[in-house]
């Protein structure tokens, strides 16, 4: 997606300094800026300290960092170590283990000398597939758009709530809720967006920010507003993200988003997920008893990081000096509260079946 005009991804491989980049989401919505990777500790640390965050996003890092790796080290061992040191990074999104599981199973069969070449091509190659799985969730998005849209008096938004940045630059582009959004605005659909400020670290302002530098109309609002807002009937649809959804289809995602799912049934109000079949877990199927939660530094929840009146990053303390701050930061929602998953595939029901008939290949071969 572009920024200021220029299109940008939100990972890549600069050949001209031979070193990946990312677009630093440390400092996001409040300024933009570059940073290279280039060690793997640069890059563990970076996936843990949400440098780069987003379920796609952290998978597409970690099969770099490997890349990187390779390049300096092509043995066995540096293999088992960047697996081992970046798998530890973080611990609910799939992806992470996902991609580096695909890049050691491709690599450690091939001749050392083969290795850095290899590793390049299946790190850009997860980084692309990335990019067309999260345009095709958008084909299939833009059409629940169009129909609810079918459905309302001409010229009247369709209004959207989303939870927690499931944007582009939680990818490496599209984004995944926000890809049906873009390409419906794109078609010409009026759209108005409710963006959850997704406490703690407040992912929804990076939505906001995306939002608005696509001209997509959108309001930020508290994370208590969505239920007021359901039962006003000034919600047509939710779309989130996800981290990581069970092969029965619970879906674990940022803290909250249970809370929003309870919200829209207890009102009517359709709830898909925007799930890239690398996010399904085909291991797990009961997400809330087996799918680990990141438990989070409590310092994210009694500080807060903005632009200051009048210019300048900082960071404020909101409770009492002393005060403890608890962060589980992802919940799981049991698939009965889901509508529908919008994969790459099509749109299927959240249960077994549902993601059996899109995913065949894969709901069989792990038995
Ligand atoms: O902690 P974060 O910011 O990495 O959490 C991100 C989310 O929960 C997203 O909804 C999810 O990764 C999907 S991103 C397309």
Redesign the pocket.
Known sequence: MKVNGTPYRSIWFDDASGVVQIIDQRWLPYEFRIADLVTLEEFATAIRD?WV????L?GATAAWGVAGEMARDASDAALDKAHAVLGATRPT?INLLWALDRMRAALRPLPEADRAGAAHRLAREIADEDVEINRMIGVHGLELIRQIAARKPAGEPVRLLTH???GWI??VDW???TSPMYQAHDAGIPLHVWVDETRP?N?GALTSWELGSHGVPHTYITDNAGGHLMQHGLVDMVI????RTTRRGDVC??IGTYLKALAARDNGVPFYVALPSPTIDWTVDDGVAEIPIEDRPEREVTHVQGTAVGGGIGVVQVTPEGTSGGNP??DVTPNRLVTGLITERGVCEASPEGLAALFHERAFASG
């Open positions: 949400m965050r987003g379920a796609p952290i999104a927690c940045n499931a939680a990818t984004g995944t809720a670290r992912q989130t993200g996800t981290d995602n940022k930061a992802f």
